[in-house]
């Protein structure tokens, strides 16, 4: 069952008004905020901190077509390759010819890329790329990034950051989104209204088991979007990465970048063997979907839960210089990766699919806006490639600027709605972690790198009695969080369902033909 709003307005403490609300601080969020007219007022919301989000953990880096070496045509072939030619064209291309310009922004936001000893920007290479064209910070690339474009926000005057504020609910009257209902750390309520809200909140990674997301990423801006109408395309095609570090532990996994395979970096399995050749001519750096499908037949044969990342043909000098944290990280976890294999195993780590967008990151309800990872441009197609994420969160952060701007320039405030008061159903009976768990063993055991049509069934009614028991209303976040979490769940199931081929990273087994894991 679909409620238009899970919160009451009836307790509302406090009302801000300003021409733009963001939720996220992300590089998308913020990349936007900066971009916008420094005369226009701008809150932009963060669940916690600034720093807390799935682009201050990117590690590779940035993919963008700067090197003399590289031509935009190159980078738009891998990105359609690695996306299974399911990519929409125009907003591609975009993203790979506006690249330059915003890499010089950001540039000029302070941001440092690694050099070469002629100043020139070091480019490194990942999976699926045919050229070398990521630019870099050593192995910390998002957190540099959100280093730079926050010590810029500080420094805008038309720019407020509200930290620890919950995004509840778009508040819209008939198609048009008036203001955001939020809630603060106190649980006090807050209305921002505003001319036009940017979604930039990010992923879904914690509807699963195992994922490289933080614990953040509970997509509230899709199910809000969902809630209020948005439009909301493309939700099967959740990425797994192929390299997260292997603990038996469930939770949040430290990932090893990519570019550890960019460099030289080889995959084995447990008995030492280097196994990519035969499932790619790529090999070890196949687009992430092949490679995980690939780690994931590894695993059945070997009947052990990981297999090798193997760098210690590099000097330890190289490596660490080169990766700095991860050596650090390894180190703690009591691997030197100099002389020893780290264990890896796939785990989610992005979605393609959410909030559908035009060219201008513009959505289906008038003055709301997406971008960054919640959005759905089809610039990644059926699976992204390696580095383009930050890439689309400032390339479209950039978009939306403009016609943002024409549109909040030609519009006053919408009147907030009158709103009926909500019958709240308590819920205190609920264990809100149990729920969550009981979520994530869902998505784990049936909609994860490999799926059925029979297992995708049994998926949806469990996800619907979960999301059944949550029916009504309730003044936790927890609550708010587990019902964003199940309506993800459920967007993604059923659209898997709806996909009855093979494609990208949607990988159904059933598949007329594809009676095995191990024919990919
Ligand atoms: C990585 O460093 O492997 C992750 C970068 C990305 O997700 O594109």
Do not use: W
């Amino acid at each position: 069952m679909k409620s238009r709003y899970i919160s009451g307005f009836h307790d509302v403490n406090d009302k801000k008004d300003c021409d733009v609300v963001i939720i996220g601080t992300g590089v998308a969020g913020l990349f936007t905020a900066l971009n916008i007219d420094s005369k226009k007022e701008i809150i932009i919301l963060s669940k916690t901190k600034i720093d807390n989000n799935n682009s201050n953990l990117a590690q590779g880096g940035i993919a963008a077509c700067v090197d003399e070496d590289d031509d935009f045509k190159s980078h738009y072939e891998d990105t359609l390759r690695a996306g299974a030619y399911y990519n929409r064209s125009e907003t591609t291309h975009v993203l790979i010819q506006e690249a330059p310009k915003n890499i010089k922004k950001l540039l000029d936001y302070g941001t440092n890329f690694d050099q070469n000893e002629n100043g020139n920007l070091r480019v490194t290479r990942e999976g699926g790329h045919s050229k070398r064209r990521i630019l870099h910070a050593k192995d910390a690339t998002g957190r540099e990034l959100i280093r730079s474009l926050s010590v810029e926000i500080k420094s805008r005057k038309n720019i407020v950051v509200d930290e620890n504020v919950f995004g509840i609910d778009l508040i819209t009257n008939q198609n048009r989104v008036c203001g955001v209902l939020a809630v603060n750390e106190k649980g006090e309520k807050i209305i921002y209204q505003s001319k036009a809200v940017v979604l930039a909140t990010g992923g879904i990674g914690q509807i699963y088991k195992n994922t490289t997301n933080p614990e953040v990423t509970t997509g509230d801006g899709i199910a809000m979007a969902h809630r209020a109408g948005g439009v909301i395309h493309d939700m099967e095609f959740i990425q797994f990465h192929p390299t997260a570090m292997y603990s038996e532990k469930n939770g949040q996994k430290f990932l090893i970048s990519e570019a550890v395979r960019g460099e030289g970096a080889v995959l084995r399995n447990i008995k030492g063997e280097a196994f990519m050749k035969k499932y790619h001519k790529l090999a070890d750096l196949a687009p992430r979907d092949i490679v995980a499908r690939s780690i994931f037949t590894e695993k059945m044969i070997t009947n052990v839960p990981y297999v090798y990342l193997d760098i210690t043909h590099k000097s330890p000098s190289f490596i660490k210089n080169r990766f700095p944290t991860i050596y650090e990280r390894c180190l703690e976890e009591g691997i030197d990766m100099t002389k020893e294999y780290i264990p890896v195993s796939p785990v989610q780590h992005y979605i393609m699919g959410g909030i559908y967008t035009d060219i201008d990151g513009k959505t289906n309800v008038e003055g709301l806006y997406a971008c960054g990872e919640c959005a759905c441009t089809g610039v990644h197609g059926a699976n992204r490639l390696a580095s383009n994420s930050l890439l689309e969160g400032i390339v479209f952060g950039n978009r939306v600027v403009d016609s943002l701007t024409h549109y909040i320039s030609n519009s006053n405030l919408t009147p907030l709605p009158v709103i009926p008061n909500i019958q709240y159903t308590t819920h205190k009976d609920l264990d809100f972690d149990h729920i969550k768990e009981k979520l994530e063993n869902i998505m784990d055991e049936y909609v994860s790198i490999v799926r059925s049509q029979n297992g995708l069934k049994i998926a949806l009614k469990e996800m619907e009695k979960l999301r059944n028991q949550l029916a009504g209303c309730e003044e936790d976040r927890r609550y708010y969080e587990c019902v964003n979490m199940c309506t993800v769940a459920i967007l993604i199931i059923k659209a898997a369902l709806k996909r009855k081929e093979s494609l990208g990273a949607h990988y159904r087994v059933d598949t007329e033909g594809k009676g095995c894991i191990i024919n990919f």
